[in-house]
Every structure is written in structure tokens, then in C-alpha cells.
DNA sequence: TCCCGTTGTTCGTAACTTGTGAACTAATGG
DNA sequence: CCATTAGTTCACAAGTTACGAACAACGGGA
């Protein structure tokens, strides 16, 4: 397996975000990362809206996510933990990803998984 | 050639906006749609980047534009004069779609065509 | 240590999407 | 009307995505 590839702030770009955002099933997960208040793994999110997702597919989309720069993934014995990248790409993009969760929450009834 | 179709505020979202959004020529022919202060037509896009564009694609880049609700196509003439809906918009997302152009503004050397 | 169960990745390919030239529609001016 | 200009539609090639099957990595017993 191959390593982890995260890019570097100043290597994450508008267009990119915003294809990885541009998926339902990705802005959702997305959407939960940031809502959570510790680190998900992967398999959390094989059902998704009402949706079974098969493993493969979500593996895809968490490396989509992860090379836009989106999250980060880290390896914690047999699982894979995610969190958001919220500050580094405040950093860089301003309130552009803020603005977008909000947009999001606000159209989708706000439903968020409060967690332990 | 059938009739434009503009969704209305409501049935705009989220998803749409930012599938349109994340391909590199839809954006910055939005963000120069934004930047300039009157109605653009189609073929002022036919070089999008130094990069010459066949007018079929064109065309379906500016459906799709104008089918997430970003811009707003009139036909006058022979010509058809767009221009976005960042008001109504920013009505729907608040202040995504802003935040989405500074950044990408911002990181594109803020290059804009001033218009006469 | 060696299996076994669990978690996630990779690969191959089928299904879907996008880009583009050619043909077409529509409006305008001569 | 015919020619010209602007943009759309169509059909298909080229590119991309989804997903099952096989694989790899780790951890916990016995």
C-alpha cells in the first residue's frame, strides 16, 4: 500500500476543493468531519443518506478528499482517522469553506451527528 | 432550438453550484462574468486562458452554468448576453458564492478584464 | 508465533460523462 | 432571399467514475 499523499497548503487549489466538494456523498462526508468533534474513521460512513456504500467507492472518495487537501488521514492500527483541514484552509482561502458548510447545513436541515 | 431554462432560487443547490464551479473554464468564465459591469456574450470566451475553445464545448459550458443558476442567458439578436445571479444568490448561500471568487481572485493573480 | 477477523486499498472493467466536429437553427443586414 | 454571424444540437470518441474481487496491513487471541 501506498503511502499517504497529503499536498501542502500552498499546493491545494480553488478548482480542486470545489471538485471535491461538488459530490454529494463527499460534501456529506465532509460536512460530518467538520461536525464531529474527534477524528472518524473511514467506515462510518458506509451507509451514507440512507445509502449503503460499498467499501471500495468510500475508500475513493476519502483519497479524493484527502488530495484536494480537504482532510486528513491518519493510520491508527487497523483504521484510518479523519479530521478536516478547516484552519490550514482558512488560512489560505478565507471564509470560502466556512461559507460553503454553512450553505450546505442550512439547505440540508442542519441535521448533524452530535458525537460521545 | 429549445427555450433557455433558468431554475428558479428554490431549486438551486449547493451541489449544483459547486459541480459548475469546479471545472477550471466554468470558473473563470464566471469570475470574469462577475468582474465585469455589463453583459457578456458567449463568444467573448472563445480564448479562455490563452487556450482556444470549440464554440460546441463553449456552449455547453454556459448551459450548465446557467442550468445550476449562476447566470442568467438572454438572447438579444443574434447574440446572447449573460450575466450572473450573484444577488439572488447570495439571497439562497449567503456569502458562499463571494467567498468562492475571492479565493479564486485571489490565487489567480487577481486578474480581471476591465470592460469600457 | 501463527491464524483470524477487521479495516481499508488496488485493480480491472462496465457504466457513465464529457469534449468535439459537423450539421443545424435563428436573427440580421444587404 | 441569400450570406453572415452567433449559438445549439447530435452522435460518437475519449476520458472518468463506480464497484466487485482480490489483496495488504494491523491487532488480538490461543
Redesign the pocket.
Known amino acids: 500500500?501506498?503511502p499517504?499523499h497529503h499536498p501542502a497548503v500552498r499546493d491545494i487549489t480553488v478548482e480542486g476543493v470545489l471538485?471535491a466538494l461538488a459530490?454529494p456523498?463527499r460534501l456529506q462526508i465532509f460536512a460530518e468531519l467538520r461536525g464531529s468533534d474527534c477524528a472518524q474513521?473511514?467506515?462510518e460512513f458506509l451507509v451514507v443518506d440512507k445509502k449503503e456504500?460499498?467499501?471500495?467507492?468510500?475508500?475513493?472518495?476519502?483519497?479524493i478528499l484527502r488530495e484536494a487537501g480537504l482532510i486528513r488521514?491518519e493510520?491508527k492500527?487497523?483504521?484510518?482517522h479523519n479530521t478536516t483541514r478547516c484552519e490550514e484552509l482558512q488560512e489560505r482561502f478565507g471564509p470560502m469553506i466556512r461559507s460553503i458548510l454553512e450553505a450546505y447545513l442550512r439547505s440540508h436541515g442542519r441535521r448533524r451527528k452530535r458525537k460521545a
Open positions: 500500500m501506498r499517504l471538485y459530490d456523498v474513521i473511514c467506515s456504500l460499498p467499501k471500495s467507492t468510500l475508500s475513493q472518495h476519502f483519497k488521514s493510520r492500527g487497523v483504521e484510518m
